[in-house]
T-cell receptor, first 115, second 114 residues
């Protein structure tokens, strides 16, 4: 059973470009979470999605960031007009159910560098 | 206030010795879960151990155990018989009630000395 897949693992963008980060949850998992890890910090929650629905985006910046989890295909975190402060590791996690003791299984992360 | 506090930025332990990594949490919920993850230099997040707020016994998973002191709101991770491969960042995390997100601490960098 493959784990959570994220691609690309490393992404370099120039200021003003768009970044698209992909996440394929574990088989059978319908709950996806995105986190951001700035250098030397812990992970910070961004958004929680179920298939085709954004459930909680309280941690998502109001501008330039969006996320989707379509019926078919991976979840996408999209960052428009990237700035240097967007440089971070972005982790996706999935779980079969929400809440309770259900652990979140993390992908390997995408390391975004904005030049 | 911080939901999760890890006060040890870095720790050293001799190989084969035990080490305790501290974690305190802040919540007003009665129901919550506490998790520890390991992040090696390769960057992935590896789940280690879980403790529920209603669990009466401290969680154990192999060489990992969780020293859960509910009244003190602490959930320290104990690693016994440290191995060189234990060198990594360790993150404590909490989920409140039926909440969706995990709150993570800032992590502790553990170095195992041969």
């Amino acid at each position: 059973n493959a784990g959570v897949m994220q691609n690309p693992r490393h992404l370099v963008r120039r200021r003003g470009q768009e970044a698209r980060l992909r996440c394929s949850p574990m088989k059978g998992h319908s709950h996806v979470y995105w986190y951001r890890q700035l250098p030397e910090e812990g992970l910070k929650f961004m958004v929680y999605l179920q298939k085709e629905n954004i459930i909680d985006e309280s941690g998502m910046p109001k501008e330039r960031f969006s996320a989707e989890f379509p019926k078919e295909g991976p979840s996408i975190l999209r960052i428009q007009q990237v700035v240097r402060g967007d440089s971070a590791a972005y982790f996706c996690a999935s779980s079969p159910l929400a809440g309770g003791r259900n652990e979140q299984f993390f992908g390997p992360g995408t390391r975004l560098t904005v030049l | 206030a911080q939901k999760i506090t890890q006060t040890q930025p870095g720790m050293f332990v001799q190989e084969k010795e035990a080490v305790t990594l501290d974690c305190t949490y802040d919540t007003s919920d009665q129901s919550y879960g506490l998790f520890w993850y390991k992040q090696p230099s390769s960057g992935e997040m590896i789940f280690l151990i879980y403790q529920g707020s209603y669990d009466e016994q401290n969680a154990t998973e192999g060489r990992y155990s969780l020293n859960f002191q509910k009244a003190r709101k602490s959930a320290n991770l104990v690693i016994s018989a440290s191995q060189l491969g234990d060198s990594a960042m360790y993150f404590c995390a909490m989920r409140e009630g039926t909440g969706n997100q995990f709150y993570f601490g800032t992590g502790t960098s553990l170095t195992v000395i041969p």
